[in-house]
C-alpha cells in the first residue's frame, strides 16, 4: 500500500473523470494488479457513492410544483426597500472578508479630522487671533483676551503728549494722534 | 443591472472612500488666492447706553470694553489677493493697510498698519482662524474711542 | 427539441416566465442538493434553495454568459448557503436530529438488516464528519457530487483555480477517510 501513496491522488482524479483516455487507461490497468490501489479506489467510491446518495435521496423529496410556488411567491412579494439594500450590503461586505473596512474606516477617520480643522473657527465663531508680531513706535499697548468670547484685543494708547487715556468718560475733541 | 463581480466592487468602493478622503483632506489643505476682509469701524463711548443694532454680532466682543454705548461709523469690506494689500479709509484721517500672509491649518496670518495722516500709529502681524476676528481699539475719537473689527474669511 | 440553457436564459430576459419556469425544472434538485449539503437541515436549504432562484431571477437580466447558467446558478447557491450557515443558530443537537429523521425515513427493510445498519451508520458518521469540514472543503466535496461537474466549473463556482479545487477535494476526502476508516 505504501507504494500507492503516489497514486492516491491519480485514483481521485480518474474517479472524477479528470484523466486523459491514455492516462486513464494506465490507471485502470495498474488497479487491477495492484490489492492497494484497487482498496483505495473502493473506499474512495463508497465514501463519494454513499455521499451522492444521501444526498440525491434527500433532494428527491423536494417536488417541483411546490417548489416553483414557493419560488413565484418571492418573485411577487414586494420586499421592503431595506431588504434589498441589506442583501446587496451582505453581498458586498460578508462577515469574513471585512478586512478592508479597518483601513476604509482610518480613512474616514482621517477624512473627519481634516473636515473638523477646516470647519475650526468656522462662520461666527472666534478662536483665539494670535498676536505674532507688535510695534507700536513707542507708544503704549495692551493684549487683552477674553476667554468666554475668544475675543483678542489690540488696545493702543495715547502718545506721551496726548495725556488723555482712553478709557476716560470725557474724550479729547478731535483725535490724540 | 449589469452583474459586476464582488471583488472589483469592493475595490471601486475602498478606492471612492479613499479618493474622497484625499479630496476633503486636499481642500483643508488648499492655499486660498483671496481673503475678503472686512473692517467695521466703531465709536464706543460713555455719552450714551445705546447699542447700535446693526452690530448684535459683536455684542459679546464689544461689552469686554466696558463702554456703555457702540455705534456703528462704517462698514467696508474688500477682496485682497493673497501678498496683495488694500487700504482701508478709518474715521479720524486714519488708514488701515491690510496685507494677508500666510494660509495654514485653516488660519490667516495679516499683517495691520494703522497710520494716523502719515504717521504710522501701530504695525502687527495677527494671526486668525478662517471667518474670525480680532479688536483693535483705543484712538480717541469723537468724545468716545475707535474700535476696530477686522475680520477675515478665505475665498 | 429542447430547448439549451442559454436559449432559456435569453427568453428569461425577454420576459418569458415560462423559461425560467423551464430552468427552476431543471435545476432546483441539484441546487437542494448543494445547498443541503452544506446547511445539513432541511427547512433552511429549502429556504436558501428558493432565494437563490428567487435571486437569479432579479439578476438574470445581467447574467451575460460569461459562464454556463449551472456553474451562474451554483454559484450563488454556495454563497448564499455560506451566508446561512453564519448565521445557522442551530446547535449540533439538532442538526443530529434532523438528520437521524432523515437517514430514518431512508430506512427499507434491507435483505441484510446488518448491512442496513452497518450502512446507516456510515451515513451518520459521514453526515457528521463533513460538519467538521471547512466550509471551503465542505463545498467542495459537496459540488463534487453533482454529476457533471467538472474541477474547472468548480473552480468557477467557488472563485478558485482548478489546483486549488483539487488539493480541497484531496484534503477533504483524506479527513473523511481518516473519520470513517472503520466504516468503508
Given at each position: 500500500m505504501n507504494g500507492c501513496e503516489d497514486k492516491i491522488a491519480s485514483i481521485e482524479l480518474w474517479l472524477d473523470g479528470e484523466l486523459s483516455g491514455a492516462e486513464s487507461e494506465s490507471l485502470r490497468v495498474h488497479m487491477a494488479a495492484c490489492a492497494g490501489c484497487s482498496e483505495a479506489r473502493r473506499r474512495l467510491e463508497k465514501l463519494q457513492s454513499t455521499l451522492t446518495g444521501v444526498l440525491l435521496s434527500e433532494a428527491q423529496r423536494v417536488d417541483f410544483m411546490p417548489f416553483w410556488r414557493a419560488v413565484q411567491l418571492r418573485v411577487n412579494e414586494k420586499r421592503p426597500w431595506y431588504q434589498d439594500a441589506l442583501d446587496w450590503m451582505r453581498g458586498v461586505l460578508p462577515a469574513s472578508r471585512v478586512a478592508w473596512v479597518v483601513p476604509a474606516v482610518i480613512v474616514l477617520l482621517l477624512a473627519g479630522v481634516s473636515l473638523e480643522s477646516y470647519w475650526r473657527g468656522g462662520a461666527g465663531r472666534n478662536a483665539f487671533a494670535t498676536v505674532e508680531s507688535i510695534d507700536a513706535y513707542g507708544r503704549n499697548v495692551a493684549l487683552l483676551r477674553e476667554y468666554d468670547t475668544k475675543t483678542t484685543v489690540i488696545w493702543l494708547y495715547q502718545d506721551q503728549e496726548g495725556e488723555n487715556e482712553a478709557a476716560e468718560e470725557t474724550a479729547p475733541s478731535g483725535p490724540a494722534f | 443591472?449589469?452583474?459586476?463581480?464582488?471583488?472589483?466592487?469592493?475595490?471601486?468602493?475602498?478606492?471612492?472612500?479613499?479618493?474622497?478622503?484625499?479630496?476633503?483632506?486636499?481642500?483643508?489643505?488648499?492655499?486660498?488666492?483671496?481673503?475678503?476682509?472686512?473692517?467695521r469701524a466703531i465709536l464706543a463711548s460713555n455719552q450714551s447706553?445705546?447699542?447700535?443694532?446693526?452690530?448684535?454680532?459683536?455684542?459679546?466682543?464689544?461689552?469686554?470694553?466696558?463702554?456703555?454705548?457702540?455705534?456703528?461709523?462704517?462698514?467696508?469690506?474688500?477682496?485682497?489677493?493673497?501678498?496683495?494689500?488694500?487700504?482701508?479709509?478709518?474715521?479720524?484721517?486714519?488708514?488701515?493697510?491690510?496685507?494677508?500672509?500666510?494660509?495654514?491649518?485653516?488660519?490667516?496670518?495679516?499683517?495691520?498698519?494703522?497710520?494716523?495722516?502719515?504717521?504710522?500709529?501701530?504695525?502687527?502681524?495677527?494671526?486668525?482662524?478662517?471667518?474670525?476676528?480680532?479688536?483693535?481699539?483705543?484712538?480717541?475719537?469723537?468724545?468716545?474711542?475707535?474700535?476696530?473689527?477686522?475680520?477675515?474669511?478665505?475665498? | 427539441m429542447e430547448l439549451t440553457d442559454r436559449e432559456l436564459v435569453q427568453q428569461c430576459q425577454a420576459g418569458e416566465m415560462s423559461a425560467?419556469?423551464?430552468?427552476?425544472?431543471?435545476?432546483?434538485?441539484?441546487?437542494?442538493?448543494?445547498?443541503?449539503?452544506?446547511?445539513r437541515n432541511r427547512e433552511d436549504a429549502l429556504e436558501v434553495a428558493q432565494e437563490t432562484f428567487f435571486r437569479a431571477y432579479r439578476k438574470i437580466s445581467g447574467f451575460q454568459g460569461g459562464s454556463s447558467f449551472y456553474t451562474w446558478i451554483y454559484r450563488i447557491a454556495v454563497n448564499l448557503a455560506i451566508d446561512a450557515q453564519r448565521r445557522q443558530k442551530r446547535n449540533p443537537l439538532d442538526f443530529r436530529e434532523s438528520m437521524d429523521g432523515l437517514l430514518e425515513s431512508q430506512g427499507e427493510a434491507a435483505r441484510d438488516p446488518f448491512a442496513d445498519f452497518h450502512d446507516k451508520e456510515l451515513r451518520e458518521k459521514l453526515t457528521s464528519a463533513i460538519n467538521d469540514l471547512t466550509p471551503e472543503h465542505k463545498a467542495v466535496i459537496v459540488l463534487r457530487t453533482i454529476e457533471g461537474l467538472s474541477y474547472?466549473?468548480?473552480?468557477?463556482?467557488?472563485?478558485?483555480?482548478?489546483?486549488?479545487?483539487?488539493?480541497?477535494?484531496?484534503?477533504?476526502?483524506?479527513?473523511?477517510?481518516?473519520?470513517?476508516?472503520?466504516?468503508?
Open positions: - | 443591472m449589469k452583474l459586476l463581480k464582488k471583488p472589483p466592487l469592493r475595490v471601486l468602493l475602498f478606492s471612492l472612500l479613499a479618493m474622497l478622503a484625499v479630496a476633503v483632506t486636499g481642500t483643508a489643505q488648499k492655499q486660498p488666492q483671496n481673503v475678503e476682509v472686512r473692517i447706553d445705546e447699542f447700535d443694532a446693526s452690530l448684535k454680532g459683536l455684542e459679546k466682543q464689544l461689552r469686554v470694553l466696558k463702554y456703555r454705548s457702540y455705534r456703528l461709523l462704517n462698514d467696508e469690506s474688500q477682496n485682497i489677493p493673497r501678498n496683495g494689500n488694500k487700504v482701508f479709509e478709518i474715521p479720524g484721517g486714519r488708514s488701515l493697510m491690510v496685507a494677508p500672509q500666510e494660509f495654514q491649518d485653516n488660519r490667516i496670518a495679516l499683517q495691520v498698519r494703522l497710520t494716523g495722516g502719515q504717521k504710522p500709529l501701530l504695525d502687527t502681524t495677527v494671526r486668525i482662524a478662517n471667518k474670525g476676528n480680532f479688536i483693535l481699539g483705543g484712538p480717541p475719537h469723537e468724545g468716545g474711542v475707535l474700535v476696530l473689527s477686522i475680520s477675515a474669511a478665505m475665498q | 425560467f419556469q423551464e430552468l427552476v425544472s431543471r435545476y432546483h434538485q441539484k441546487v437542494y442538493m448543494v445547498i443541503f449539503g452544506l446547511l474547472k466549473d468548480i473552480g468557477e463556482i467557488l472563485g478558485c483555480s482548478e489546483g486549488t479545487v483539487m488539493s480541497r477535494l484531496h484534503y477533504a476526502r483524506k479527513k473523511l477517510q481518516d473519520k470513517l476508516s472503520a466504516f468503508l
